[in-house]
């Protein structure tokens, strides 16, 4: 059988879908000395029928060598490249294809375009699975410079020293990373949970180079000693706060005095110590101290000796203790924040008339004293901002000796609470702050109904005035004579949609709406009401009783 008659044959078997037979043929055909590209053509699509997309490509290319300036060879390249997921072959043989079919036949042109758009298709599919892929994979933040890396690493570490433990958990890069920046081990929190290690670890990766040392009260004393011979090394003079508890600190000190590093006292910054006896021991290395804030828990007469030493306090807190406040604010002239709690004033010897201007005085906290009037009259504070008043004791009206001509105009925030006052000085306080923001009044009883009309407008100033137009936090726990209108005047004469219009048509100067309201402990309040509260503030609570005040009422 001649070649000619064995390709007749498989075309004829090819057209009755008898492709194995017809694959024989052609094969026959090829062996028979047949190099014709109908013959490779005819073969590449049999094998193409049968899934032998491989085999189907040779043969193509067979025919592209063979008859390169005819179109069946690059079309059919094309269609087995998309197959076989080559789709960038595929269009460029799409393109040589074209090129080769003439132009009235639309047709075959339009079956290579829709090939080039499914291929154009897949492609982009494939890129956006690849891109995908290298999103959930990628480590595109490791090709930072180590520096930038270390500067992130600051800013985490700089709002909560602790994240420095979590961050260098996180991988090995991330980890090497931290242990090799001292600055970021520089504050030590010394703990009851492995003390003497922690201590050890800290000081070595921070290079010695610790500024901010704070000792936990639950220390054991038997830690002392190791803990304190694992810290000898660092660098005293780079520390800047301290917090420790007084024995503690009188063993440090010892520590310092033996390294001839009690210089080191006076470039602390922070100092917090609670109960520190024989005090007076330490004050000659407090001498042109850069104190700038103090914290003391347990306050002595011995320490009084501080203040003809200690001149740059910002921020003083004195717990427990008896003190003499004017020498301590007399040395202090730039004090901003200054919070007292469960001391006892000491009166003055002499000078009693003199009177302390803290101009910077900008926060001032009372917490369980008997008496505050030895403190009030001496203390001038015009940019007061923050007022605290709780547990005052021993006084007609708490508020008498701060409503005086002078108001307090820079005042924001007032809360006072478990405190003798009448309505009349709040009133006073109150039409004074016209900046005011938070108001407080908790656990006082016949002053809040009067103060809440005040405010509201229920019945009008004297000046016609609308008060305290800042005001958006308003906590009024434990006043248990407050009733349901007058926290619903409150609410209602802020609501923007509520607010009139002045006779002449205009709308009044807009009051700020109340954002948060606490009513928590007033029995009074109806509770066919708290629905309306929950729907126009923000943050409403207005719980009656504790659980177990509660179970006792059963």
């Not at 405190?419 to 702050?433: D, N, P, Q, V, Y």
């Not at 004579?481 to 004469?493: C, E, F, P, Q």
Request: proline share 4%; aromatic share 8%; charged share 25%.
């Amino acid at each position: 059988m001649s070649w000619k008659a064995s390709f007749q044959q498989g075309i004829s078997n090819f057209k009755r879908n008898q492709y194995s037979e017809a694959l024989a043929f052609f094969d026959e055909a090829i062996s028979l000395g047949c190099d014709s590209f109908t013959v490779y053509d005819s073969r590449a699509a049999v094998h193409e029928k049968l899934g032998n997309n491989k085999a189907a490509l040779l043969d193509a290319k067979k025919v592209v060598d063979t008859a390169p300036d005819r179109w069946q060879g690059y079309a059919r390249s094309a269609r087995l490249f998309h197959a076989l997921t080559k789709n960038e072959a595929a269009l460029k043989m799409a393109d040589l294809a074209l090129e080769r079919i003439k132009p009235d036949d639309a047709q075959r042109r339009q079956g290579l375009h829709a090939l080039k758009s499914q291929a154009t298709d897949a492609l982009k599919a494939a890129d956006d699975r690849r891109r995908a892929r290298i999103a959930k994979t990628a480590y595109h933040i490791g090709k930072l410079p180590v520096e930038i890396f270390a500067e992130i690493f600051g800013l985490v570490v700089a709002a909560d020293h602790v994240q420095i433990l979590n961050l260098s958990h996180v991988c090995k890069h991330w980890r090497g990373i931290a242990i090799e920046t001292p600055s970021l081990w520089q504050t030590l929190v010394v703990s009851k949970k492995y003390p003497t290690r922690k201590a050890r670890f800290w000081v070595q990766r921070a290079r010695t180079q610790i500024s901010d040392l704070s000792f936990h009260h639950n220390i054991s004393e038997m830690d002392w000693p190791s803990i304190l011979l694992e810290l000898t090394p660092l660098h005293w003079h780079g520390l800047r706060s301290l917090a420790a508890s007084g024995s503690l600190f009188s063993r440090l000190y010892d520590m310092l005095h033996k390294l001839s590093k009690t210089k080191a006292i006076s470039h602390l910054e922070h100092l917090d110590v609670t109960g520190c006896p024989n005090f007076e021991r330490f004050l000659p290395d407090f001498e042109d101290s850069h104190l700038d804030t103090l914290k003391v828990a347990n306050f002595t007469p011995s320490m009084g000796g501080l203040w003809s030493r200690v001149h740059r306090l910002k921020t003083m807190s004195i717990e427990a203790g008896c003190i003499e406040i004017v020498p301590a604010l007399t040395a202090n002239p730039s004090l901003e924040n200054l919070m007292l709690c469960d001391i006892v004033p000491i009166p003055m010897q002499s000078g009693g008339d003199d009177r302390v201007e803290l101009s910077n005085l900008r926060c001032l906290k009372f917490f369980n004293i008997a008496s505050i009037s030895m403190i009030t009259r001496v203390v001038i504070a015009p940019n007061l901002q923050v007022l605290h008043l709780f547990s005052i004791g021993h006084s007609s009206d708490v508020l008498l000796e701060f409503a005086h001509p002078d108001p307090l105009r820079a005042l924001r925030e007032l809360r006072i609470g478990s405190c003798t006052t009448t309505a009349s000085s709040l009133k006073i306080i109150i039409a004074g702050a016209p900046l005011l923001e938070t108001l407080q009044i908790s656990g006082i009883h016949g002053v809040v109904n009067d103060v809440l009309d005040f405010i509201s407008g229920t019945h009008p100033n004297d000046h016609h005035q609308d008060m305290c137009t800042f005001l958006k936090h308003v906590d009024l726990t434990n006043c248990g004579d407050l009733l349901t209108r007058n926290a619903y005047s409150l609410v209602k004469t802020r609501l923007h949609t509520d607010q009139p219009a002045t006779v002449d048509g205009s709308q009044p100067e807009c009051r700020a709406e109340i954002e948060s309201l606490r009513l928590d402990g007033c029995p009074l309040i109806e509770a066919e009401m708290l629905p309306w509260f929950r729907g126009k503030v923000k943050v409403f609570s207005c719980v009656y009783m504790t659980k177990k005040e509660g179970k006792q009422r059963r």
